[in-house]
């Protein structure tokens, strides 16, 4: 088994619906994703997934929420902008355009802060 991973950054505001303190208001991150995907086997040349792909699919996501509020992004628009919801959200979407026969999203972290972030997987 072979994991490759990708780090991303993007700027973005957002809110907490329900929540009881100060991320109830809109406020900004300087958020990370760390998306780690998982091959049985290598390419012909010894390659588990070109990281350019990777980098293109997760770009393409991220683009969407860069310098947006995230709580009315419609990926959110039924949920809340939590660590863990964007996670898995971004798990979802990148999986959907990666997953094949040999390769599969393993688990996509999110930083919003230095010290502070969640990880969605499946088990």
Known sequence: MFEVDICRSFSAAHFLRGYKGDCSTLHGHNWTVQAYLRAEKLDEIGIACDFKKIKRELDTIIEEYDHTNLSEHPDFVNSNTTSEI????????????????NLKVHRVRIGESPGSGATYFLN
């Open 86 to 101: 964007i996670a898995k959200t971004i798990f979802e979407r990148l999986a959907e355009k990666l997953n094949d026969d």
